[in-house]
């Protein structure tokens, strides 16, 4: 066979594989029905093992098979999206494409890894005539293994008349690639669960809100061997459905809770020192009016006793406007009886990307997490609980010296646990900046109830309501006449805003685990304690209930303090309140206002941060959903930047779109008529 050979390298700084692709192609077109082939060889150091990613692309029979291996590189055009690769194989591919095809990028994916014998490989390099680059180093971070290849051999035969006859180019360029397992895959989920299964736990946190993330955290900062599992997704109970304030609660003052507050206070300066990018110090303007709610001098004393509860030190200090000044500020705010105002700070955060960067930090000081395993039971055997754990694959066994239960509004429901909660029911909603046009945050009085109205970038959140609930935690939902309280409120404060039901954006409903009085109480839910609890019910099992989100880093560490004595482990000092969440290179895709929406940035949440579901990225990573109007379409191109690295078939990725509108028509109903383009979660 006539054979022709290219060979060409260039500098890693200077690698364009586009271009590579595009000018080998263009050397190769001489007839339409002409084909090429594109093979993608690798040389390695022994791995044991990766993840499992299926690849969409048009695929041809392999000459040559390596029994021994099944890790498999290839390049693919995002056009050709009709054939699925079969994970079972265990062969190098070759590529099939018309000379035609224009590769707009090289896709390098990897498919059902497991140990290659490097001698197999070799050989088979040997027999293809390749040159072997032997340039792969590989190293170990917080459980993750991170991969830089420096050298890829690309082939480009071109076989015009027959497959014997023809030449071949091969173009050798350097690259460059971070790899690591993908959260998402099933491959993935096997190594956690190998993971989970191979030795005893210190550990085993239930529940993936802000309190259980907070306890895995200090937990693995200790040097504790910890997971987490949580039945649904990481943050999708109250803690992303928060009023988003990290705050010490200034109407608690009025109810003599001055320890609580104290707690709150000191806690909000601790989260803005050591995660800045989800704690934003807002200022609060709290209006009075002669004749209803506080008096004005109330409140000036109570501001200042706020700043010194904060250490002295809070974000700013606590000052007085008078009538004209409050006016000035807010001149929509209603004028008659108007006393004058005081203002105060306290901090705007972002709930779900607070309980994911917590998660985040805890993975990296090694400890285990699963999103949608459910806890089913456990058993005290000696010194261990055997537990069993149910996900999609099936029910798993492990052992846990403790267990800490911190599923938030479902502990009551968990087994073994000794918690009484009161629920009660919250909603926000959020409406454009230009209907509402606040400079600071406003505070709203009705009643005992305090309603805030909270500038959000280009966005306002009002909320929140407080009423008795006894559903279950899940079914929680926004009903109309929620909507009409909060509009009635604002609308008698702001009369010249005049909001509707028209102008919001979106909804949210949450519920408040409330520790229970041991006695009935028939207090007012916005009477009701919001201290936490930390209780022993059993040997080596707690319950961590109650609580505010803005206490949960104090609420790890008092729970740990105690799981390290009841281990008779060798104390470690708590790290938390020093150690920041993650670090200014970690945050691209984390913040107070939701990232622009872009490719990357979802397959980061699927690749970092255990996003496996549409609904996943939509409301708790990225926040588009809460933000934004989505359009059908742009929520199917959401959908469609999930579907590479959660490896989802044409099926599946029709399913979850389905299932997301599925989701927003049910809310649509309850929520309001089903004519308006609005959605409530």
């Known amino acids: 066979m006539n054979t022709h050979e290219l060979r060409t390298r260039t500098k890693k700084s200077e690698i364009q594989p586009d271009i590579v692709v595009r000018k080998a192609e263009k050397k190769l077109r001489k007839t339409e029905n002409s084909q090429f082939e594109l093979r993608l060889f690798l040389v390695y150091q022994p791995l044991t093992s990766i993840?499992?990613?299926?690849?969409?692309?048009?695929?041809?029979?392999?000459?040559?098979?390596?029994?021994?291996?099944?890790?498999?590189?290839?390049v693919a055009s995002p056009a050709q999206t009709q054939m699925e690769f079969d994970t079972r194989t265990s062969s190098f591919v070759d590529w099939a494409c018309?000379?035609?095809?224009?590769?707009?990028?090289?896709?390098?994916?990897?498919?059902?890894?497991?140990?290659?014998?490097?001698?197999?490989?070799?050989?088979?390099?040997?027999?293809?005539?390749?040159?072997?680059?032997?340039?792969?180093?590989?190293?170990?971070?917080?459980?993750?293994?991170?991969?830089?290849?420096?050298?890829?051999?690309?082939?480009?035969?071109?076989?015009?008349?027959?497959?014997?006859i023809g030449f071949q180019i091969?173009?050798?360029?350097?690259?460059?690639?971070?790899?690591?397992?993908?959260?998402?895959?099933?491959?993935?989920?096997q190594q956690t669960w190998a993971r989970l299964?191979?030795?005893?736990?210190?550990?085993?946190?239930?529940?993936?809100g802000i309190v259980g993330s907070g306890v895995a955290r200090d937990a693995a900062l200790r040097g504790l061997r910890v997971a987490l599992v949580e039945q649904y997704d990481f943050a999708s109970g109250t803690s992303s459905r928060s009023s988003r304030l990290l705050h010490g609660g200034l109407r608690y003052l009025e109810q003599g809770r001055i320890g609580l507050v104290r707690e709150a206070s000191r806690e909000k300066k601790i989260l803005h020192r050591i995660a800045p990018h989800l704690a934003q110090p807002?200022?609060?303007?709290?209006?009075?009016?002669?004749?209803?709610?506080?008096?004005?001098?109330?409140?000036?004393?109570?501001?200042k006793i706020y700043d010194l509860l904060c250490g002295g030190e809070n974000f700013e200090p606590s000052r007085a406007y008078s009538r004209d000044q409050t006016q000035a500020l807010l001149p929509e705010l209603k004028s008659k009886n108007l006393t004058g105002a005081v203002r105060y700070f306290d901090a705007l955060t972002n709930d779900a990307r607070l309980v994911i960067d917590t998660l985040r930090s805890a993975e990296m000081h090694g400890a285990i997490l699963l999103n949608y395993a459910r806890f089913r039971d456990a058993n005290r055997e000696g010194k261990f609980w055997r537990c069993q754990i149910e996900d999609s694959t099936g029910v798993h066994a492990l052992q846990a010296k403790a267990i800490v239960n911190a599923t938030g509004p479902w502990?009551?429901?968990?087994?073994?646990?000794?918690?009484?909660?009161?629920?009660?029911?919250?909603?926000?909603?959020?409406?454009?900046?230009?209907?509402?046009?606040?400079?600071?945050?406003v505070v709203i009085t009705e009643g005992k109830r305090i309603l805030f109205v909270l500038p959000w970038s280009e966005r306002v959140i009002i909320g929140t309501t407080d009423t008795q609930y006894s559903g279950a935690p899940e079914n929680v939902s926004v009903e109309p006449e929620d909507i009409r309280y909060l509009l009635a409120?604002?609308?008698?404060?702001?009369?010249?805003?005049?909001?509707?039901?028209?102008?919001?954006?979106?909804?949210?409903?949450?519920?408040?685990?409330?520790?229970?009085?041991?006695?009935?109480?028939?207090?007012?839910?916005?009477?009701?304690?919001?201290?936490?609890?930390?209780?022993?019910?059993?040997?080596?099992?707690?319950?961590?209930?109650?609580?505010?989100?803005?206490?949960?880093?104090?609420?790890?560490?008092?729970?740990?303090?105690?799981?390290?004595?009841?281990?008779?482990?060798?104390?470690?000092?708590?790290?938390t309140a020093d150690e920041p969440l993650l670090q200014p290179n970690q945050i691209r895709f984390s913040g107070i206002q939701p990232p622009s929406r872009a490719r990357e940035a979802v397959e980061h949440y699927v690749q970092n941060e255990w996003a496996l579901h549409l609904e996943d990225v939509l409301l708790r990573r990225s926040g588009w959903f809460q933000y934004d109007q989505l359009s059908p379409e742009t929520i199917e191109t959401v959908a469609d930047w999930m579907a590479l690295p959660c490896s989802?078939?044409?099926?599946?990725?029709?399913?979850?779109?389905?299932t997301f509108f599925s989701r927003i028509q049910n809310q649509k109903t309850e929520c309001r008529e089903p004519a308006q383009p609005n959605v409530h979660l």
């Not at 014998?117 to 005539?129: C, E, G, M, V």
């Not at 091969?170 to 895959?185: D, E, Q, V």
């Not at 009161?422 to 909603?429: A, D, E, Q, V």
């Open 170 to 189: 091969s173009l050798c360029f350097g690259a460059s690639f971070n790899l690591r397992p993908l959260p998402g895959t099933n491959s993935n989920r």
């Open 489 to 575: 409120i604002v609308n008698e404060f702001c009369p010249r805003i005049s909001l509707s039901d028209s102008d919001i954006l979106s909804s949210w409903a949450g519920v408040r685990p409330l520790i229970a009085k041991e006695q009935q109480s028939y207090d007012a839910p916005s009477d009701i304690s919001r201290a936490h609890q930390i209780r022993s019910p059993e040997p080596g099992w707690w319950d961590v209930a109650g609580g505010k989100l803005t206490t949960y880093r104090l609420m790890a560490e008092q729970a740990l303090d105690g799981i390290i004595r009841y281990l008779d482990l060798r104390p470690k000092p708590c790290r």
């Open 282 to 303: 807002l200022g609060f303007i709290f209006p009075t009016y002669h004749g209803k709610g506080r008096p004005f001098w109330q409140l000036r004393v109570g501001v």
């Open 51 to 74: 993840s499992q990613q299926k690849l969409k692309f048009l695929r041809q029979p392999s000459d040559t098979t390596i029994v021994d291996s099944s890790l498999v590189w290839f």
């Open 648 to 658: 989802w078939s044409p099926q599946e990725r029709r399913a979850e779109i389905t």
């Open 197 to 208: 299964t191979e030795s005893p736990l210190d550990l085993l946190v239930l529940g993936g």
């Open 98 to 164: 018309p000379a035609r095809t224009r590769f707009s990028a090289l896709q390098i994916s990897i498919c059902n890894a497991q140990q290659l014998d490097r001698a197999a490989f070799s050989r088979y390099l040997q027999i293809t005539k390749t040159t072997t680059y032997n340039s792969f180093q590989h190293s170990e971070e917080s459980g993750h293994i991170r991969w830089d290849l420096h050298y890829i051999d690309l082939r480009c035969v071109y076989r015009p008349l027959s497959k014997i």
């Open 411 to 441: 502990a009551d429901k968990v087994p073994h646990s000794a918690v009484k909660l009161r629920l009660t029911k919250g909603i926000h909603m959020v409406v454009p900046h230009t209907k509402l046009p606040v400079p600071s945050a």
